[in-house]
């Protein structure tokens, strides 16, 4: 028989993947405007960084309630403590969206600086990351491919280093190229955050799966 809180449950459980498809969203959009040189859509991006908030917020108060009222235990306990930390990880994608979006702005009064080729690979792989992240809330047997998204945080954190190396050439060889040069950094860096933060949500999402903390066990996170 359904238990009369199961509907409470599904229901914190689609806040957090609809928060989820919002944050992915502004990242892919701050990228969009980034490309583009499109400032009014980098715009509309930090504007509507206030509907991530609220999410957070409302998740945290569903949690809680939740805890004082039906006093859960094991998995369904599991399951609340892991949404408000992944809820809190996508508020942080937000935010790192809305920054992307500010510099986009800062850069599309200027020429480009270099093909963006490193920065729409490093956010196709990030996004991607974040994605199969919150799949694995919806799935059962999550392990494999939470697994999979932890192994390709080292591919971003390459990238990451590689654009930096490039970046910092320009800057050498070509000081005018200075602020544009540390604006993609910055940018390049927020990407970085992004699939740190995908980490961080599929090792919860193992956590939530089997009860085993992963964070600090390096051989089950390499292949």
């Known amino acids: 028989m359904k238990r009369f809180f199961d509907t409470e449950l599904e229901t914190f459980r689609s806040r957090l993947v609809l928060m989820g498809?919002?944050?992915i969203e502004h990242v892919r959009l701050?990228?969009?405007a980034l490309t583009e040189s499109d400032a009014a859509l980098a715009q509309n991006v930090i504007s509507a960084d206030d509907e991530i908030d609220r999410l957070e917020i409302a998740i945290d108060d569903e949690a809680v309630r939740y805890m004082n009222l039906r006093a859960p235990i094991a998995t369904d306990l599991r399951l609340v403590i892991v949404g408000m930390k992944a809820s809190h990880d996508?508020?942080?994608?937000?935010?790192e969206a809305t920054g992307i979006a500010k510099r986009a702005i800062r850069l599309a009064s200027g020429p480009p600086l270099k093909p963006c080729i490193d920065i729409p690979r490093m956010a196709s792989i990030a996004l991607e990351m974040l994605r199969d992240a919150l799949d694995?809330?919806?799935e059962a047997d999550n392990q494999a491919k939470a697994l999979?998204?932890?192994r390709r945080d080292?591919?971003?954190d390459q990238l990451n280093k590689q654009l930096y190396?490039?970046?910092s050439s320009f800057m050498i060889e070509r000081p005018d190229t200075i602020s544009r040069a540390l604006e993609l950094m910055f940018i390049s860096k927020s990407l970085e955050r992004i699939a740190d933060h995908a980490t961080n949500i599929a090792e919860e999402m193992v956590y939530l799966a089997q009860a085993r903390d992963i964070r600090h066990a390096p051989e089950l996170k390499n292949p």
């Open 148 to 150: 999979s998204v932890i």
């Open 165 to 167: 190396r490039e970046l």
């Open 154 to 156: 080292s591919e971003v």
């Open 136 to 138: 694995c809330f919806l």
């Open 21 to 23: 498809g919002k944050a």
């Open 30 to 32: 701050a990228l969009r």
């Open 90 to 95: 996508l508020e942080r994608v937000g935010d």
